[in-house]
């Protein structure tokens, strides 16, 4: 009835080594790692900068200053979200894109608090891009050392892994098992619970009493019980037996819930539900979002009315046609509305067949191919995003034709306008853009999109909005 197993080689609770340190000390020591490299990376910088430059050192006390300040607010936003635990670390939560991201918006903190504080004539701004220059190879290398020092800690029996207990019937405990070893470093079956078929009350009562006294004995953290005996007087039994012990109770998700990782409890008054998902953005996210896009689409259509007005001459004097090209789009939550672009064809298809634009294409137009290469003829565009119909950056818009034909051939294509669709997009970023002549194309569209909407942040958009600048792949396939 009752057993302690190995995981994946592990030795058996109780033969870790003495040495072993929690997994609080660990997320501890790896804080402190960070925001030490990167003061190091600050002052090592600043002495090279300052030697290459004026010939002296500078003022190493205002390296390790401001350096300080990255490292914790880079550190912070991390250790805030319980990113350093062991956990999130092993299940990949800080990928290098997200270090990358919030490296840069790291400095754009910086920059507020030095301006704030009108201090920034104090530092030199040459420093401090070769700060953030060499901070970006560094704050990828470090996520990559905490994660392997981890796995290899771990291996060693340095890192404690979390004593697990499975409660359940034969069947349910193996698959468990197979699903709990396929990734989860951070913990390891130290024992399991068989509950007897067709227990009565008396046995059941007896089962728990044996399982929850097996669980103190043994020192277990975490008590994981099968989704097949989730009958609510069963579980009001097995959660009144383990609660007398400093542990964690889960309840094993099978079925639908194995399809969403940040499934959670929610209420709604002294209603109780599981949230399955929740809204793209948050009312204050979408408010900050729409406001960065109503600010910064006006000032562009006001600095750049000169070339928008010689781009409108150009295409007037080029081709035969109207200057602007408008085309029926879907928006956010499927909503149409009128695009706006440069003409850059010889035809304005706007129907149920709308044949996409392919290489060495015939209809573009000789001005239109060079608006088209470097993205020109979008820019008309934020007359769209400063009347809420698009952002500044989200899933590119299709035609209504191409979203009626991709949604019946592709999952989850809809869901890609759950946010506003944008003038750029993480999909356009990667060089995923232009024609889709197989499903598959969109399909990496999509997924690049999706990804988007589950990572938003304001710093992820400046992020696509400085690849859409200065990246050779977002101007990959634009013809």
Same mark, same amino acid.
């Given at each position: ?46 002495? /090279? ?5 004026? !010939?002296?050192?500078?003022?190493? +006390? ?26 999130? *670390?092993?299940? %990949? ?31 030199? #701004? ?20 905490? &994660? ?9 029996? @340095? ?13 349910? @405990? ?6 709990? !070893? ?12 068989? =509950?007897?078929?067709?227990?009565? %009350? ?10 929850? /006294?097996?669980?103190?004995?043994? %020192? =277990? +953290? ?25 542990? /964690? ?31 793209? *953005? ?14 910064? !689409? ?49 035809? *304005? ?6 044949? &996409?634009?392919?290489?060495?294409? /015939? ?17 008309? &565009? *934020? ?7 698009? !952002? ?22 809809? #869901? ?17 853009? %232009? ?45």
């Amino acid at each position: 009835m009752f057993g302690s197993v190995g995981h994946d080689g592990a030795p058996k609770a109780g033969r870790a080594s003495k040495f072993a340190v929690s997994s609080t000390a660990f997320a501890a020591t790896a804080f402190v790692f960070e925001l030490s490299s990167i003061i190091a990376i600050a002052v090592v910088t600043g002495i /090279a900068y300052h030697a290459i430059f004026y !010939s002296e050192p500078g003022v190493v +006390e205002q390296y390790v200053r401001i350096g300080g300040m990255a490292g914790l607010v880079y550190a912070l936003t991390f250790l805030v979200r319980d990113e350093y635990s062991v956990v999130r *670390l092993l299940e %990949g939560h800080r990928d290098n894109m997200r270090a990358v991201v919030v490296w840069s918006a790291t400095f754009v903190v910086l920059a507020a608090i030095g301006f704030l504080t009108k201090s920034t004539a104090i530092f030199s #701004r040459g420093w401090l891009l070769s700060f953030y220059t060499a901070g970006l190879p560094l704050v990828i290398a470090l996520n990559a050392a905490v &994660q392997h020092s981890l796995m290899a800690l771990i291996h060693r029996n @340095i890192v404690r892994r979390r004593r697990l207990m499975i409660v359940g019937c034969e069947d349910e @405990i193996a698959r468990l098992t197979r699903e709990i !070893s396929d990734g989860a470093a951070s913990v390891y079956v130290a024992a399991r619970a068989v =509950i007897p078929a067709n227990a009565d %009350g008396a046995e059941t009562a007896e089962f728990l009493h044996n399982a929850a /006294a097996n669980a103190r004995a043994l %020192g =277990i +953290e975490d008590v994981v019980i099968s989704s097949s005996l989730s009958r609510t007087e069963f579980l009001d039994q097995a959660i009144a037996a383990f609660q007398l012990l400093p542990v /964690a109770i889960h309840v094993g998700a099978s079925g639908l819930l194995v399809r969403f990782k940040d499934a959670e409890v929610a209420r709604f008054g002294r209603a109780t539900t599981l949230s399955l998902t929740r809204h793209p *953005l948050g009312p204050f996210e979408a408010l900050f979002k729409r406001a960065i896009d109503v600010v910064t !689409s006006g000032l562009a259509l006001v600095l750049l009315s000169p070339l928008l007005a010689i781009l409108a001459a150009l295409v007037k004097l080029d081709s035969p046609g109207p200057v602007f090209f408008r085309q029926r789009r879907r928006g956010y939550n499927l909503v149409e509305f009128d695009i706006w672009k440069f003409r850059t064809m010889s035809t *304005l298809d706007n129907g149920d067949v709308i044949q &996409q634009a392919t290489e060495n294409d /015939a209809r573009v137009t000789r001005f239109g191919a060079l608006l088209r290469k470097y993205s020109l003829d979008e820019l008309p &565009q *934020l007359i769209n995003v400063f009347f809420g119909e698009m !952002s500044l950056v989200g899933p590119r818009p299709h035609a209504v034709a191409h979203d009626e034909f991709f949604e019946k051939r592709i999952a989850m294509y809809p #869901r890609r306008l759950n946010m506003k669709p944008g003038i750029t997009g993480w999909a356009q970023v990667n060089g995923f853009r %232009g024609a889709t002549e197989v499903d598959e194309k969109m399909q990496r569209r999509v997924e690049h999109d999706l990804y988007y909407i589950d990572n938003w942040s304001v710093a992820f958009d400046a992020y696509i909005v400085l690849l859409t600048i200065f990246s050779r792949k977002a101007s990959q396939n634009a013809y």
